[in-house]
């Protein structure tokens, strides 16, 4: 006589209780979703307001978005496009100087008198000054580059998000613009610091000995933040406390002192009349340009300061910040989001095809983990790159193979004639440690990464970071869910795709 | 998935495969960074170029193609191909940028840039200005040194703690295979980039710390089939070699798999990337990147380590076996 021989028998779920927990957890899939990829205008706002789906507020890499770089020209050194504006009007009474006055090189005309007898001198001057602007921008991602020997490019990935980089969030894109502006305007700034008695450089006077260096002044300048409020915190020295403070207090009463890099007025004040009380000076204001004041002012204390003066002479174009296409194309974005789908519905047909209802099971699971990382990387505003994409998919096929090791595992305890129950109990019991070892080692791994990488290394680490937390998550939550929507399935064979093991009583 | 593969067996073939390999790499960036400036290929973000910049108002242009078609020509004309071209957007225009090889000749792209003006004098005339010429791209030295030397530590990081995650949770001979294949992984990746000449970019650095997290996938892949075996008392009476072999080939399908879909997913970035720039070289060298990458961890974790670990089994076993024998001595005497 044949028979099914049963393990220990697990508690049932009704089918209502089932159908409830499946219908609001699918609802909720189905509504972060749409929130999550549907961007629309706002009803009732005449297209004025738009909601920008989650997908496409995530910052993007320059290979999706592009890249902003201004041109710094030395005082002596003009672009072409400003010698040729010149040299070909007509009316300008400077015409028929420049050619005398310029030599050409390259895409620039350098002034005679700056070349002189050794030009050498000239080029590595520039090529010194862009060593600082290095360290100074380099914290805020940009790359600089010497161009012609005699200018200096700013670059700086502008990393937006697709709404704004289609225009359709123009209020992000132009914040996104005026931060690197503001960047560009005041890290270029050359000459010593100075703490002067009026706002205006011209009609006032430093406060402090000439002899002096200012700089020494200072034990440390650095950005500070805490609970969303950002600051410029510099901290005298012991001397530079004592200077300081005879400075200040011998001052008119009820004015400011301000500090000024070279002859710009940073608008950082200090109250005169009254002594100092404190070494640490804290300086509040928005976060781009504390992060900026900061750079500056620690490369100025550091006595970091460039030898050349950058689009000041007038005769260069103002400063222009030029947004370039990404290489990748316009469309790259939506074609890493197709590409990333694909993906998805690979993992999510694989599982079905080979685990049948219970590959269903899986495929819930692809979907939240698609949700959970779209949303922490919007949330978080972590940059997407390629290697970002990738990582992702690391971290899919991470908690697929862990659900798929754990759905063999059932199906070799199912083998061995026991009840579904019995084998999914003993089956996750006996991945456990597999899983955990792994999702543990790759959790310190990614963090490390994102601890101690910078750029699109750190930003990979952190994806990864969410995707094993997301991955380990979600493979006991697989365990949940198969419960409850395997629970008032009769045939629980059939829902896994397990042939029955049917074994012969008589032994 | 189970095979009949010996591949501890065949640990010799594997060491030869890589030293070589590692050997031929290292030479090759050695003499290049004599010959031919560096180590490593620096792809455009990494090495200098030449450029010309065409800026243009919109009063003049309302759009960019006929600016782009008359450069074209001209670069056609002059014989001479760009490697990448954008387009950018100022408060008052618009800049076309074409990206060439250091090595253009100088005379092509005067030339070309002569053609150019002399198309804007009969045609435009004012509305559009042109300059040119080579950028030194000092990004290598500023920014591209602090990331390099950033991922080394959190590699070697990775490394040290994977080693001491293996030592506590495995065995010895486990993890000082897990941190062999760590190094063994990275330096074919590093080696084959070099051979190859791929050009490095910052991608390459996301993708050097991709090969070792594969390689901590691969690693805990097999050594925990390992680990369950030695418990196993039937398997557990298998000689070293044979114990190793069974565990690969259980621990095959997944180590095979993950370098295989993220393979796919690579080709098929590749397919789609390409038609979006409209241009496969732009992409060619991330793709070709990470398949080298995906390649030295598949060879690694299903090949070298198993085959290598059983050696250190073996002399883990014979130090076990006499050990126990010395204290069985010891507590006899």
């Known amino acids: 006589?044949?028979?099914?021989?049963?393990?220990?028998?697990?508690?049932?779920?009704?089918?209502?209780?089932?159908?409830?927990?499946?219908?609001?957890?699918?609802?909720?899939?189905?509504v972060l979703a749409l929130f999550a990829t549907v961007s629309c205008n706002v009803p009732g706002s005449n297209g004025v307001k738009r909601y920008n789906s989650f997908i496409s507020s995530i910052r993007l890499g320059s290979a999706f978005t592009g890249e902003a770089y201004a041109i710094l020209y030395p005082e002596g050194v003009i672009s072409s496009a400003d010698?040729?504006?010149?040299?070909n009007d007509s009316e300008n009474k400077d015409k028929d100087e420049y050619?005398?006055?310029?030599?050409?090189?390259?895409?620039?005309y350098v002034e005679n008198d700056k070349l002189g007898e050794n030009s050498e001198e000239f080029a590595n001057s520039v090529a010194a000054d862009a060593k600082i602007l290095a360290?100074?921008?380099?914290?805020?991602?940009?790359?600089?580059?010497?161009?012609?020997?005699?200018?200096?490019?700013?670059?700086?990935?502008?990393?937006?998000?697709?709404?704004?980089?289609?225009?359709?969030?123009?209020?992000?894109?132009?914040?996104?613009?005026?931060?690197?502006?503001?960047?560009?305007?005041?890290?270029?700034?050359?000459?010593?610091?100075?703490?002067?008695?009026?706002?205006?450089?011209?009609?006032?006077?430093?406060?402090?000995?000439?002899?002096?260096?200012?700089?020494?002044?200072?034990?440390?300048?650095?950005?500070?933040?805490?609970?969303?409020?950002?600051a410029v915190k510099l901290t005298l020295s012991d001397e530079g406390f004592e200077k300081l403070n005879t400075a200040v207090t011998s001052g008119e009463s009820g004015k400011s002192a301000y500090f000024f890099v070279g002859e710009t007025n940073l608008n950082l004040t200090v109250s005169l009349g009254t002594a100092l009380t404190e070494k640490t000076m804290l300086y509040s204001a928005e976060k781009s340009y504390a992060e900026d004041f900061s750079i500056l002012l620690k490369s100025v204390a550091d006595g970091n300061l460039l030898t050349n003066s950058y689009n000041k002479d007038g005769v260069n174009n103002a400063t222009n910040i030029v947004s370039l296409t990404p290489v990748l194309g316009e469309y790259a974005a939506i074609y890493l989001l197709v590409a990333m789908l694909l993906v998805m519905t690979g993992a999510i047909v694989g599982s079905?095809?080979?685990?049948?209802?219970?590959?269903?099971?899986?495929?819930?699971?692809?979907?939240?983990?698609?949700?959970?990382?779209?949303?922490?990387?919007?949330?978080?505003?972590?940059?997407?790159?390629?290697?970002?994409?990738?990582?992702?998919?690391?971290?899919?096929?991470?908690?697929?193979?862990?659900?798929?090791?754990?759905?063999?595992?059932?199906?070799?305890?199912t083998e061995t004639g026991r009840t579904i129950q019995a084998s999914v109990k003993l089956g996750y019991k006996k991945t456990l440690f597999t899983i955990l070892d792994l999702h543990a080692i790759l959790l310190v791994a990614a963090l490390i990464v994102t601890l101690i990488g910078v750029g699109e290394v750190a930003a990979c680490g952190f994806i990864f970071f969410i995707a094993t937390i997301c991955s380990y998550v979600l493979y006991w939550f697989t365990r949940f869910m198969w419960y409850v929507i395997s629970s008032p399935v009769k045939d629980k064979f059939k829902f896994c795709g397990y042939k029955r093991e049917v074994l012969d009583d008589e032994d | 998935m189970k095979t009949n593969f010996k591949l501890s067996s065949k640990m010799h073939i594997f060491i030869i495969i890589s030293v070589v390999i590692i050997a031929i790499g290292t030479l090759v960036g050695t003499v290049c960074h004599f010959v031919a400036g560096g180590y490593f290929n620096g792809g455009e973000d990494y090495s200098n170029y030449k450029c010309v910049t065409v800026s243009y108002e919109y009063v003049d242009f309302s759009s960019q193609e006929e600016v782009e078609k008359m450069c074209l020509d001209a670069f056609s004309k002059a014989g001479i191909k760009q490697n990448s071209v954008q387009y950018g957007k100022t408060n008052t225009g618009g800049v076309v940028v074409y990206k060439f090889s250091a090595s253009t000749d100088d005379t092509k792209l005067l030339n070309a840039e002569m053609l150019i003006k002399a198309t804007i004098d009969d045609s435009f005339g004012t509305g559009i200005t042109l300059s040119s010429g080579a950028v030194q791209n000092d990004k290598a030295l500023f920014t591209g040194i602090k990331s390099l030397s950033r991922c080394a530590i959190a590699i070697s990081v990775i490394a040290a703690a994977h080693f001491i995650y293996f030592l506590v949770r495995y065995k010895l001979s486990m993890a000082l295979a897990a941190l062999l294949a760590d190094a063994h992984n990275l330096a074919l990746f590093i080696s084959l980039i070099t051979l190859t000449r791929i050009p490095v970019g910052p991608s390459t650095f996301a993708l050097a710390v991709l090969c070792t997290l594969l390689t901590v996938i691969g690693t805990c892949f097999l050594f925990d089939r390992v680990r369950k075996n030695i418990k196993n008392d039937?398997?557990?009476?298998?000689?070293?070699?044979?114990?190793?072999?069974?565990?690969?080939?259980?621990s095959l399908k997944v180590n095979a798999l993950v370098p295989a879909c993220l393979a796919a997913l690579c080709t098929l970035l590749f397919i789609l990337l390409s038609i979006s720039s409209l241009s496969p070289v732009v992409i060619l060298s991330s793709v070709l990147g990470a398949l080298v990458c995906l390649v030295s961890c598949a060879y690694g974790n299903l090949m070298f380590i198993p085959s290598v670990y059983s050696r250190f089994k073996l002399l883990g076993d014979g130090f076990n076996k006499n050990y126990a024998r010395a204290q069985k001595e010891k507590a006899k005497n």
């Open chain 2, 234 to 250: 039937d398997l557990k009476k298998l000689s070293a070699f044979e114990l190793t072999d069974l565990s690969a080939s259980e």
């Open chain 1, 1 to 30: 006589m044949l028979c099914v021989k049963r393990g220990d028998s697990g508690v049932k779920m009704s089918k209502i209780k089932s159908a409830i927990i499946t219908a609001f957890l699918l609802a909720a899939i189905i």
């Open chain 1, 99 to 108: 050619p005398d006055k310029y030599t050409g090189y390259g895409s620039l």
């Open chain 1, 83 to 87: 010698y040729d504006l010149v040299v």
């Open chain 1, 135 to 230: 360290d100074r921008f380099g914290g805020l991602g940009y790359s600089v580059t010497v161009e012609d020997k005699y200018s200096v490019k700013l670059s700086v990935p502008t990393n937006f998000t697709y709404a704004a980089f289609t225009g359709k969030n123009s209020d992000t894109r132009s914040s996104a613009l005026s931060v690197i502006s503001h960047s560009v305007q005041y890290l270029i700034l050359d000459g010593a610091l100075s703490l002067r008695d009026g706002s205006d450089y011209d009609s006032s006077k430093s406060i402090l000995p000439i002899r002096d260096n200012v700089s020494d002044y200072f034990k440390s300048v650095s950005f500070y933040s805490m609970a969303g409020q950002y």
């Open chain 1, 352 to 413: 079905v095809v080979k685990y049948k209802k219970l590959g269903l099971v899986n495929a819930i699971m692809v979907f939240i983990y698609a949700l959970v990382l779209v949303t922490s990387a919007m949330l978080l505003e972590i940059e997407i790159t390629v290697a970002g994409a990738f990582m992702a998919a690391l971290g899919l096929a991470l908690m697929c193979f862990a659900n798929f090791r754990v759905f063999e595992a059932v199906r070799a305890e």
